[in-house]
Each structure stands twice: as C-alpha cells, then as structure tokens.
C-alpha cells in the first residue's frame, strides 16, 4: 500500500507512518519543517497543505491520503477548515481513500449524548481544536457522504491521548460508533502506538466508509 501523510512529522502522524513502514508500506510524508526524529523508509516533502497544485501532486499515486494534523493554531484560529475542500479534492483526483485523524471532543459520553466537549469537566482550553474538528466531521458527512465519489474515514481517539499522554503499547485496542471508548471504571485512554495500530488496520481492511469511529483500549 502507498500512503501519503499531512502532517507525518507530528505525534500521530508519526505513529502511523512507523506503524506503515512496519507493514512493508511505501510511505510518504507532507509537513512544513523537516522531521527532528526521521522514520527509516519515510519520505519526507516540505510544503503546505493548502496549495491545490502541490497537494494534487502530493497525493499522486497514493492509495490512500492521511490528515494528521491540529485544526487550529494555538489562539484558536481555524487553520484547518478552509483547506478542507482543497484535501478532499486531491484524495478524490488521486482515487485515494481519505482518513483523517479526528478530535475526541466530538464523541459521545453515552448513547444519546452529550458530546464530551460539552461536558463540564471539559477543559476550555481545548475547546477551539475540539470544536474546529467536530466541525470537520460535519463537513464531510455533509459534502462528502457515501457515494459522493470520495471514500473517508474519521477517527476520534480516546479522551487521554496525545504526546503529553503516550501511554503503552498494548497491541491491541477497542472500537465504537460515535460513543467514546470507555473502561470499566469510566477511564478513557489510548497510546500513541496503539492508535497508529487501529488507524493502519482500518487502512488495510476498510470497515468505517464515510462515518466515523472511536478507538480506546
């Protein structure tokens, strides 16, 4: 499989082009700086996502287009919602499958709800990147439902998860619908590896077409 990543220097980004490279895939990695910590077998291009010509060539010949990146800047300004059209396009040129790696804000606690971002013990300052990419889920299902010509997957990790967070490698790891991944005694986590894990599987033996899923341990 060819897979090209936005974002393939980031935490997640990272993860899953090691968990590619692994798999024997061939690997390619968009970012605007070059990596600190390179992956044997990846190869790195430095640009923007949001030049339609080079994203098209970016994305050329991949199977699949990976979305690894933070919606907002660190005000809160939406970086990532105005480039959503350009990234769909360039995935649809290509014949290439979509995924994208998603917020856990907009999973629900419960079936029913609420949204975890609406839940008071929710911190605000994760609200803006939370909600920008709530909004990018409401994008695609609403200008990119199934059949539309574009296959995507969406993926919400669990509510600890991050580089400040990377937890264990387990190898193993849970999936729901729109409802948080949750233990028994209410905890919600998932490593960093593990993630990467149940984001390459759905690569390789697709089961989420143009909807959403949760993954936790």
């Known amino acids: 499989m060819r897979i090209a990543i936005i974002g ?39 640009g923007s996502y949001g030049d339609a010509e080079d994203l098209d060539h970016f994305a ?18 939406s970086v990532l919602l105005p480039h959503l059209q350009t990234i769909a396009d360039a995935a649809e040129n290509a014949g290439a499958r979509l995924g994208i790696v998603g917020g856990a804000g907009s999973s629900f606690v419960s079936d029913g709800g609420p949204r ?27 200008n990119r439902p199934a059949g539309s010509g574009l296959h995507w997957f969406y993926v919400s990790p669990a509510a600890l998860y991050g580089s400040y967070a990377p937890g264990e490698t387990t190898g193993k790891y849970r999936t729901g619908g729109d409802i948080l991944v949750s233990k028994d005694d209410g905890s919600s986590e998932i490593s960093g590896t593990d ?18 899923f949760t993954v936790g341990h």
């Not at 050329?60 to 300004?77: I, S």
């Not at 839940?119 to 609403?142: G, I, R, Y």
Request: proline share 5%.
């Open 60 to 77: 050329d010949g991949a199977d699949a287009l990976v979305l690894a990146v933070h919606a907002t800047t660190d005000d809160g300004a």
């Open 8 to 46: 393939g220097t980031g935490y997640t980004g990272g993860n899953i082009a090691r968990e590619a490279v692994k798999r024997g895939w061939q690997v390619r990695s968009l970012s605007r700086h070059e990596p600190a910590d390179p992956v044997d077998g990846v190869e790195y291009v430095t």
């Open 116 to 142: 975890l971002v609406d839940t008071p013990e929710f911190l605000d300052a994760w609200k803006p990147e939370s909600l920008t990419h709530a909004k990018v889920l409401e994008w695609l299902a609403q």
């Open 195 to 212: 993630f990467a894990l149940a984001f390459a599987d759905e690569l390789a033996d697709p089961k989420h077409q143009n909807r959403r």
